[in-house]
Nanobody, 122 residues
Framework: VQLQASGGGLVQHGESLRLSCVAS????????LGWFRQTPGKEREFVAA????????RYADSAKGRFTISKESNANTVYLQMNSLKPEDTAVYFC????????????????WGQGTQVTVSS
């Protein structure tokens, strides 16, 4: 099974982007899908996660009110809608999968996509 993240790009402060993460096989109801981000020299940081069977969306404080995680079951896809982007949101964004609750620890996830670059200019 693979995860393929896409949708990154270069935007200006205040603009929006939607990231997509497509799973090559349908996730199980026991799975959680999450988004993380990483900048050079820093640890991978939790952004948002949710259960594949819906509900229990969780967000980092930095994402609350601006980012929304959602899914499209028929497309095996999880989205991250990012609004009101700030320069500090600049990072490589990764999607990941785990079995169980949508936790915030990166070490809890055992399947990762390749990452997509998001750059927000000031």
């Amino acid at each position: 099974v693979q995860l393929q993240a896409s949708g990154g790009g270069l935007v200006q402060h205040g603009e929006s982007l939607r990231l997509s993460c497509v799973a090559s096989a349908r996730p199980f109801s026991s799975h959680a899908l999450g988004w993380f981000r990483q900048t050079p020299g820093k640890e991978r940081e939790f952004v948002a996660a949710m259960r594949w069977n819906g509900g229990d969306e969780r967000y980092a404080d930095s994402a609350k009110g601006r980012f929304t995680i959602s899914k499209e079951s028929n497309a095996n896809t999880v989205y991250l809608q990012m609004n009101s982007l700030k320069p500090e949101d600049t990072a490589v964004y990764f999607c990941a999968r785990r079995t169980g609750a949508p936790l915030s620890g990166a070490a809890m996830y055992n399947l990762w996509g390749q990452g997509t670059q998001v750059t927000v200019s000031s």
